[in-house]
């Protein structure tokens, strides 16, 4: 059995963004419709949240996109800073970019992963892999390059698809649940307006392996808001979202339980007495930098 906490939508922001002239002040100004741009508050309301994930006995945390609001340097070393703070062991940290984190250049989360988030390689950059008693952690990227800030579309690649159903098949997950960390919903809009706008590619492909393999879930963020989906037919739910931290719910952080190959959430306080079993019996075993 291992413990899961899940957190989404940071949407971070560098302390001097009032410098910015321009596009590049426009689309952060674009970006932050109906929050305030105040950098500090952000960063103490991610720090405090990471902080309560660290507390609650967590084996593993997950941060499902919208790292920062649109993807500049600057955002992703306060995110460092922020990870920082918090004192997360890096090997229990896994990081997916969102569609925010690629706006202003696509390339930034890739670079940040060799400079203030390298400690965060090996959980979170390409083809990582975390094996916890419970769990099989994979993260994938949605985020689609040179998406203008208009749009908020994304993508599940095919090699990504394939890889996580390779993990799915490796014997190494007969017992654990496979839990896929993406920052879109695996779901297509009602609407084609809406689809061409704040779609998925793919996602039916996704939803289809996830009825295959039952032991697949997936936990994501991007929509704001807290969520819980069962496939047709299937007694335990496969798919979780959990709601903004930048937009300051406090449902912002999500507990699970992974045993057996299913994921169910936890309610309840920190304290109780299934969190504190679950801090004695459930440690992490390995973790992997390649895919099966």
């Not at 654990?176 to 879109?184: E, L």
């Not at 989906?229 to 739910?237: C, I, Q, V, W």
Request: proline residues 4%; hydrophobic residues 40%.
């Amino acid at each position: 059995m291992s413990i899961l906490a899940h957190l989404s939508d940071l949407h971070l922001i560098e302390r001097d963004h009032h410098r910015r002239r321009g596009l590049s002040r426009r689309r952060l100004q674009f970006l932050s419709f109906g929050a305030a741009l105040d950098a500090e508050a952000r960063l103490t309301r991610a720090v405090a949240l990471l902080q309560q994930a660290r507390r609650s006995g967590a084996d593993h945390v997950l941060i499902t996109g919208d790292l920062t609001e649109d993807g500049v340097d600057a955002q992703f070393e306060v995110l460092g800073e922020a990870l920082h703070k918090s004192r997360l062991d890096p090997d229990c940290v896994t990081l997916v970019p969102g569609n925010h984190d690629g706006y202003a250049d696509p390339g930034a989360f890739a670079r940040a992963m060799h400079g203030p988030l390298r400690a965060f390689r090996r959980t979170s950059g390409e083809g990582a892999l975390s094996v916890l008693p419970g769990a099989v952690i994979a993260p994938v990227s949605t985020m689609i390059e040179g998406q203008w800030f208009t749009r908020s579309r994304g993508v599940l690649r095919h090699d990504d698809l394939g890889r996580v159903r390779r993990v799915a098949s490796d014997p190494i997950s007969r017992d654990r649940a496979v839990v896929v960390a993406q920052h879109h919903p695996p779901a297509h809009q009602p609407l084609a307006a809406l689809e061409w706008f704040d779609g998925v590619h793919n996602a039916f492909a996704m939803r289809d392996l996830m009825l295959e393999r039952t032991r697949v879930h997936v936990l994501h963020g991007h929509t704001h808001r807290r969520a819980t989906r069962h496939l047709s037919g299937r007694t335990h739910a496969q798919v979780f979202s959990t709601a903004s931290v930048r937009d300051q719910h406090l449902d912002s952080l999500r507990l699970y339980k992974a045993e057996g190959g299913s994921l169910h959430e936890l309610q309840g306080a920190f304290s109780t007495p299934q969190l504190a079993a679950a801090r004695r019996e459930a440690r992490p075993l390995s973790l992997h930098a390649a895919p099966l």
